[in-house]
C-alpha cells in the first residue's frame, strides 16, 4: 500500500515560472535528497536549486492519514499542490440590498480571496483532539469523488454541510478559516480561483416585518452567482448558525417571532439548491446546538462537537507560544520539547537521573526535561480550570502583563536569538511558565468569586 502524501508548495510572490515545471522541480527535489519523509515536516535545501530558489518560498509536507511519523519514499505517493497567498488580505464587505424604505445598505456578508497571507499557518496552530482535521479533509475528497463519478442523487444524497458545535472559544470558526485556506490550496489543480464568504447573521435579520426571509433569498441567490463560475470554489461560512435557523416550533407556539419562521425556510430551501453544485462548501458553527432547527441539522453531513483542549492539546498550544517568544527574541535561546519527548520523560522518571552536571549534553537534555515536565504540569492546571483555546492564546499576554512586567523587549531584526536587546533583556523560560502558572491561579480564584 502506498500512502498519499500532500507536500505544498508556496510560491514567491514574484514567481511566473509554469508551476507543473515547479512541481517537476519538487520532486526531482525531494526524490534525490530524501529516503524518508517525516509527516508533517518543513523541508530545507532546496534554494541551492537557482530554479527554486527564485520561485519557491516554502515546501511543506503537509500532515497524512499515515500514522507513523516518517514514511520511506517507495511507500508513498506525492502530491505536490502549488500556490500563491493573495498579497494583500482584502476582505470586501457585501453589501445585501436595502431596508425596506431604501435608507440603509444591509451588510450581509464579507467575502475573501484564498488562500490569503494572514491564515498562513492557522491550519498547523490548530490542535484537536480524534484526528478533527483529517476527517474534515477526507469528507470532503469524499464528495469530489462521488461528484466525479456522476453518482445518482437518487440514490445517494450528500449536501456539503458541515455543522461544527460546542462552548465558546473552542476555535471553531478558526478551524473553518482554516479549512477554507487548506482547500484553496489541495483543490488549486480544479479551481483557479477559491473565496471565503463569511454570512454576518445578525444583520439578515431585517427590522421591517418580512423582510429577512427576502434578505437570506437574496443572499443566497448571489451566492448562486458565484458558484456559476465553475473555476471557483467557494465555501459559505455561517458563524452563530442559531441565529438564523433557531427551531421552528418555537415559532410555531408562538415563542419566537414568525419572521424567524421565514427566515429557516428559506435557509433549507436555499441548501438545497446549492447541494447539487460540486464547487461548493457550507461550513456552519454554533454554540447552541439545541436551539438549531432539527431539519438543519438533518441537512448536515457533518455534525462534529468540538470540546474544550485536552491536555495534549493545551501543551501544544502552549508550547507553539513558547517557541514563537524564542524566535522572536523576548526568550532566551532554548529547546522546549515536542509532546512526545515531554511525555516519555515523565512515564520514565529514571531519564532524569544520573545528569552529570560538568556534561554538556547531559545539562541540556536535563534542561529540556525540566521544561517539559513544567509544561505538562502548566497543561493540568488549564485543564481542570476548562480554559479554552481562546483563553490559552491570552495566557502568555497577561503573564507579561501581570507578572514579568516590561523589563523584557524583543530582540531588534538584526539579532539572533539569545542575543541581549538594547531596550531589555530576554527571559528566561522558567519566567514565563511561572508568571503564566500565577495567571491561571489568579483566574481560578476569580472564577470562585463569581459563584
Known amino acids: 500500500m502506498r500512502w498519499t502524501v500532500h507536500v505544498e508548495v508556496r510560491l514567491a510572490p514574484k514567481s511566473r515560472r509554469r508551476v507543473d515545471i515547479i512541481q517537476n522541480l519538487v520532486r526531482e527535489f525531494i526524490q534525490s535528497s530524501y529516503e524518508r519523509l517525516s509527516l508533517p515536516s518543513v523541508l530545507h535545501g532546496w534554494d541551492v536549486d537557482s530554479a527554486l530558489a527564485s520561485s519557491v518560498e516554502r515546501i511543506v509536507v503537509a500532515e497524512s492519514s499515515c500514522p507513523a511519523n516518517s514514511l520511506p519514499l517507495d511507500e508513498l505517493s506525492l502530491q505536490i499542490h502549488t500556490y500563491q497567498p493573495s498579497e494583500s488580505d482584502i476582505v470586501e464587505e457585501y453589501a445585501n440590498g436595502t431596508g425596506a424604505e431604501g435608507d ?117 441567490n448571489n451566492i448562486a452567482e458565484m458558484v456559476d463560475d465553475e473555476d471557483c470554489f467557494v465555501v459559505v461560512l455561517i458563524d452563530e448558525v442559531e441565529s438564523l435557523t433557531a427551531a421552528r416550533a418555537g415559532a410555531m407556539a408562538g415563542t419566537e417571532p414568525s419572521d424567524g419562521l421565514r427566515v429557516v425556510n428559506a435557509l433549507l430551501t436555499q441548501l438545497d439548491k446549492l447541494k447539487r453544485r460540486k464547487n461548493v462548501l457550507v461550513m456552519s458553527t454554533s454554540n447552541l446546538a439545541k436551539a438549531i432547527d432539527s431539519a438543519f441539522v438533518d441537512r448536515a453531513d457533518i455534525v462534529q462537537y468540538v470540546g ?124 514565563w511558565l511561572d508568571a503564566m502558572n500565577k495567571v491561571v491561579s489568579d483566574r481560578a480564584v476569580d472564577q470562585g468569586k463569581l459563584q
Not at 150 to 157: G, H, P, Y
Not at 211 to 218: F, I, N
Not at 331 to 346: N, R, S, Y
Request: charged fraction near 20%; glycine fraction near 6%.
Open 308 to 431: 474544550m483542549p485536552p491536555r495534549q492539546a493545551i501543551y501544544e498550544i502552549l508550547r507553539s507560544a513558547l517557541c514563537e517568544f524564542v524566535a522572536k527574541g523576548l526568550l532566551q535561546h532554548v529547546i522546549v520539547p515536542t509532546l512526545e519527548d515531554a511525555i516519555f520523560v515523565e512515564e520514565n522518571t529514571w531519564c532524569t537521573d544520573g545528569h552529570s552536571s560538568s556534561d554538556p549534553t547531559a545539562s541540556l537534555r536535563a534542561e529540556q526535561e525540566r521544561i517539559g515536565r513544567a509544561l505538562l504540569k502548566l497543561a493540568d492546571m488549564c485543564r481542570e480550570q476548562g480554559l479554552s483555546g481562546r483563553a490559552l492564546r491570552r495566557l502568555p499576554v497577561l503573564a507579561l502583563a501581570q507578572y514579568i512586567g516590561g523589563g523584557v523587549s524583543a530582540s531588534r531584526s538584526t539579532a539572533s536569538p539569545g542575543v541581549m536587546s538594547p531596550n531589555g533583556s530576554q527571559a528566561d523560560i522558567g519566567v
Open 104 to 220: 440603509d445598505q444591509v451588510h450581509a456578508a464579507s467575502v475573501c480571496e484564498l488562500p490569503c497571507k494572514s491564515w498562513e499557518g492557522l491550519w498547523d496552530s490548530l490542535y484537536y483532539p480524534d484526528n478533527i482535521k483529517l476527517k474534515l479533509l477526507d469528507y470532503i475528497h469524499a464528495t469530489f469523488v462521488l461528484s466525479d463519478a456522476n453518482i445518482d442523487f437518487n440514490l445517494v444524497s450528500w449536501n456539503r454541510v458541515v455543522l461544527l458545535h460546542g462552548p465558546p472559544g473552542t476555535g471553531k470558526t478558526s478551524l473553518c478559516r482554516a479549512l477554507a485556506q487548506k482547500l484553496s490550496i489541495r483543490l488549486s489543480h480544479r479551481y483557479t480561483q477559491a473565496r471565503l464568504l463569511e454570512i454576518n447573521s445578525h444583520s439578515l435579520f431585517s427590522r421591517w416585518f418580512s423582510e429577512s426571509g427576502k434578505l437570506v433569498q437574496r443572499l443566497f
